[in-house]
Each structure stands twice: as structure tokens, then as C-alpha cells.
């Protein structure tokens, strides 16, 4: 089983930003990586994934312009990097990586904002 161990979160002010982590427990180059948050009683909501190479990415539209995703694959290492932050995205943050029908997920990390 693969481990991924997310880093970073914590209680910010609005406007603030933040750096999220996570380090993979494998080749991360071989798996697409992406960053879900998810608030209590809501459905897990995708804020960006960058594909193996890292050389493309995707936002949802509600996500672009503020959350940036990265990856440093000789680091096995994905960042989410987390700008003019608002009280609406606190939530649990997880990463996610993806093979085919591989698909390991993280602990997530409680990312809150104060407003």
C-alpha cells in the first residue's frame, strides 16, 4: 500500500496563503496527482491535478487564479499553493494519486480561515 503524507495546513487569516505538501510514498511520476478538499456533510470537490509530467495542469473553474498545483517528481512531491485565501475554503485537503485503477489517497490536512 502507498502512503501519502500531507503537510501544511493549519489556521491562517483571510487573504493569507498557504503552502500545502504532500509526499508520496513511491515513484510519484508514474501517477497523476491532484489536491480534493472536502467540508463536513459536503461531497469532496477537486481544487486542481497536474498531470505525471507535471507539464499540464487543471483548475475547476471556481478554483482558477488563486490555487496553484505543482510537483517535484524527484522529490516524490506535490504542493498546492494557496493565495488570497477565504473563509469558504476551509476544509480537509487531501491529495490524490492515480494510476489506471490505482488510486491512493492521503489523510488529509485541515486548512481553516479565520475571517
Known amino acids: 500500500q502507498v502512503q501519502l503524507e500531507e503537510s501544511g495546513g493549519g489556521l491562517v487569516q483571510a487573504g493569507d496563503s498557504l503552502r500545502l505538501s504532500c509526499v508520496f510514498g513511491g515513484a510519484i511520476s508514474t501517477y497523476a496527482m491532484g489536491w480534493i478538499r472536502q467540508v463536513p456533510g459536503k461531497e469532496r470537490e477537486l481544487v486542481g491535478a497536474?498531470?505525471?509530467?507535471?507539464?499540464?495542469?487543471y483548475y475547476p473553474d471556481s478554483m482558477k487564479g488563486r490555487f496553484t498545483i505543482s510537483r517535484d517528481n524527484a522529490k516524490n512531491t506535490v504542493y498546492l499553493q494557496m493565495n488570497s485565501l477565504k473563509p469558504e475554503d476551509t476544509a480537509v485537503y487531501y491529495c490524490?494519486?492515480?494510476?489506471?485503477?490505482?488510486?491512493?489517497w492521503g489523510q488529509g490536512t485541515q486548512v481553516t480561515i479565520s475571517s
Open positions: 490524490n494519486a492515480r494510476y489506471f485503477t490505482l488510486d491512493y
Open positions: 497536474t498531470i505525471r509530467s507535471g507539464s499540464s495542469t
